[in-house]
C-alpha cells in the first residue's frame, strides 16, 4: 500500500538548519510530482514546495524562497527539504504529498520547533 | 495569488443533519478544486477532486459541486465521524492555496 512517511523533524534554534525526508514506499516517487505542506499549530494548511518528476522544476512559497530548498532522490524513494535560517514562523508540522492534480496520499507529518 | 475563502468558519451540527461548506476562489479555478478532511493530529485525508468526483473509499454522503469560482461540499447525512475540519485547494495554479479551513463541531 502507499506510504509516505516523514523524518527529521525536531527542535532547531533560530537561524540554524534542518533537513527533512520524505520516505515513500508502495509505488513509485518517479512517476509522480511531490509537495512539502506545513501546518502551524492550530492553524490552517499551508504549501510550501513542489518538486517536478526529474527534480529539474520547482516551486515555492513566497515566505520560504530563498531560505529552504526541495529535492528529491528517486533511486532512494525520498523527497527532501532542507531549511536554512530557520525562523521562528517555521515552526509547524510538516506533511509531504503526492500529487495526481489533487494530493491522494499524504505522510503522517514531522514537527519542527524552532526555539531558542 | 488565488485567494480561497470559506464559509463559515466553524459550523454547530447534529448528526443526521445536511450540512453545506462554501469555498470561494479569486478568480476562476475551472473545476481544479479538491477537498480534504482533517482530524487533530492526523494528515488531511483526500473526499472530492475535480470540485464533484468523490475519492475512491469516501462514503458517498459526501458530495462536491461548483466550477469557475464558487464550490461547495455537501455532506447529507452527518455521522459521528464527520466532526472534524474541512479545507478546500485549488491546484490550478501555483503556488497550490487552501481555505483557511471549516471546523464541524457537534451541537
Known amino acids: 500500500q502507499v506510504q509516505l512517511v516523514e523524518s527529521g523533524g525536531g527542535v532547531v534554534q533560530p537561524a540554524r538548519s534542518l533537513r527533512l525526508s520524505c520516505t515513500a514506499s508502495?509505488?513509485?516517487?518517479?512517476?509522480?510530482?511531490m509537495h512539502w505542506v506545513r501546518q502551524a499549530p492550530g492553524k490552517g494548511l499551508e504549501w510550501v514546495a513542489v518538486?517536478?518528476?526529474?527534480?529539474?522544476?520547482?516551486y515555492y512559497a513566497d515566505s520560504v524562497k530563498g531560505r529552504f530548498t526541495i529535492s528529491r532522490d528517486n533511486s532512494k524513494n525520498t523527497l527532501y527539504l532542507q531549511m536554512n535560517s530557520l525562523r521562528a514562523g517555521d515552526t509547524a508540522v510538516y506533511f509531504c504529498?503526492?500529487?495526481?492534480?489533487?494530493?491522494?496520499?499524504w505522510g503522517q507529518g514531522t514537527l519542527v520547533t524552532v526555539s531558542s | 495569488d488565488i485567494q480561497m475563502t470559506q464559509s463559515p468558519s466553524t459550523l454547530s451540527a447534529s448528526v443526521g443533519d445536511r450540512v453545506t461548506i462554501t469555498c470561494r476562489a479569486s478568480q476562476s479555478i475551472s473545476n481544479w478544486l479538491a477537498w480534504y478532511q482533517q482530524k487533530p493530529g492526523k494528515a488531511p485525508n483526500l473526499l472530492i477532486y475535480?470540485?464533484?468526483n468523490l475519492q475512491s473509499g469516501v462514503p458517498s454522503r459526501f458530495s462536491g459541486s461548483g466550477s469557475g469560482t464558487e464550490f461547495t461540499l455537501t455532506i447529507s447525512s452527518l455521522q459521528p465521524d464527520d466532526f472534524a475540519t474541512y479545507y478546500c485547494q485549488q491546484y490550478d495554479s501555483y503556488p497550490v492555496t487552501f481555505g483557511q479551513g471549516t471546523k464541524v463541531e457537534i451541537k
Open positions: 508502495g509505488f513509485t516517487l518517479s512517476g509522480f510530482v
Open positions: 504529498a503526492r500529487e495526481t492534480g489533487q494530493f491522494d496520499y
Open positions: 475535480e470540485a464533484s
Open positions: 518538486v517536478s518528476y526529474d527534480g529539474n522544476t520547482k
